[in-house]
Nanobody, 128 residues
């Protein structure tokens, strides 16, 4: 079973920076899309940034030009460098990854089966 292990997060003042890291373990496969989602108070979980195994990155509009996602396929890991943080960025940040497999649970899926994995979440708090 793939596990996503997160690190980073914490407390910072407005305008500060933090770095989140996430690594996939218990697998020899290179994960497909990896990324970060967040849940802020009063809102549903939302996409922050994703990156494909080929390095193509996608960002939510509210973090564009402030956050940078990067990836190391050899380590099956991603980083999210967050700069110019705002109080609205406070919340729990979750690492996510998916993996397309042909076999799962003893069954063969000719069209492939996408498996989704989530980390436990890490708290980011930005004070005003």
């Amino acid at each position: 079973q793939v596990q996503l292990v997160e690190s980073g997060g914490g407390y910072v003042q407005t305008g500060g920076s933090l770095r989140l890291s996430c690594a996939a373990s218990q697998t020899e496969r290179t994960m497909d899309i990896m990324g970060w989602y967040r849940q802020t108070p009063g809102k549903e979980r939302e996409l922050v940034a994703t990156i494909s195994s080929s390095g193509s990155a996608n960002y939510a509009d509210f973090v564009r030009d402030r956050f940078t996602i990067s990836r190391d396929n050899d380590k099956n890991a991603i980083d999210l460098q967050m700069t110019n943080l705002k109080p609205d960025d406070s919340g729990i940040y979750y690492c996510h990854s998916d993996l397309l497999v042909s076999y799962h649970g003893g069954r063969y899926y000719p069209e492939g089966l996408k498996l989704d994995y989530w980390g436990q979440g890490t708290q980011v708090t930005v004070s005003s």
